[in-house]
């Protein structure tokens, strides 16, 4: 079975930093590009990085409201992909998903469940 | 960017009925567009990738057709375990976008 877990959510105060984890199982993890997306109380779905497989030497991509702020990467030894999140804004607050992409440059296929992140003083 | 725009932002049937939800992109995306379900408190769920094509698992119930800058996701037989909100988002070039969400509540 394919499953994604994140963790690292919760509470911080603006210009804080947090780090989010998510932990790959049941696929080849460094097979496939992932990617992060967000999603604040009550809005939609926003995508805001991908990293991309090996092959394609972990290359990234950014949404313009999180580039410069946060930097995606991955362990593929550890199946972990990490979310580093700097300079935090209120803003910032919502569940993030990391999500797998089956495909080239396609969308994502699994999410995790989300953990919540919290930026307020 | 890419926008996309979703239509109608909120609709509300009766079981056994057919809906269709539409998307529009700001600039052609060939067929480059994926459909998610997503139901209160939960991850989002993917139905349709490169416009047309099922995931694995998916009901045929759910259908997309489209390309270029005119999509639409189609439920026919609407039941009430489809309620929830549904989401487009072209991935044609970076940044990804989705579009606004259409919720669909059951009469």
């Known amino acids: 079975e394919v499953l994604l877990v994140e963790s690292g959510g919760g509470l911080v105060q603006p210009e804080g930093s947090l780090r989010l984890s998510c932990v790959a199982s049941?696929?080849?993890?460094?097979?496939?590009?992932m990617d992060w997306v967000r999603q604040a109380p009550g809005k939609g779905l926003e995508w805001i990085a991908r990293?991309?497989?090996?092959?394609?030497?972990?290359?990234?991509e950014y949404a313009a409201s999180v580039q410069g702020r946060f930097t995606i990467s991955r362990d593929d030894s550890r199946n972990l992909l990490v979310l580093q999140m700097n300079a935090l804004k209120t803003e910032d607050t919502a569940v993030y998903y990391c999500?797998?992409?089956?495909?080239?440059?396609?969308?994502?296929?699994?999410w995790g469940q989300g953990t919540m992140v919290t930026v307020s003083s | 960017d890419i926008q996309m725009t979703q239509s109608p932002s909120s609709l509300s049937a009766s079981v056994g009925d057919r809906v269709a939800i539409i998307c529009r992109a700001s600039?052609?995306?060939?067929?480059?567009l994926a459909w998610f379900q997503q139901k209160p408190g939960k991850a989002p769920k993917s139905l349709i990738y490169?416009?047309?094509t099922l995931e694995s698992g998916v009901p045929s119930k759910f259908s997309g057709s489209g390309s270029g800058t005119y999509f639409t996701l189609t439920i026919t037989g609407l039941q009430p375990e489809d309620l929830g909100t549904y989401y487009c988002?072209?991935?044609?070039?970076?940044?990804?976008?989705f579009g606004g969400g259409t919720k669909v509540e059951i009469k």
């Open positions: 999500g797998r992409s089956p495909t080239g440059k396609g969308p994502c296929d699994t």
């Open positions: 049941g696929f080849t993890f460094s097979d496939h590009h």
């Open positions: 990293v991309r497989k090996s092959a394609r030497g972990h290359t990234t």
């Open positions: 600039q052609g995306i060939d067929n480059s």
């Open positions: 490169a416009a047309s």
């Open positions: 988002q072209q991935y044609r070039n970076y940044p990804f976008t």
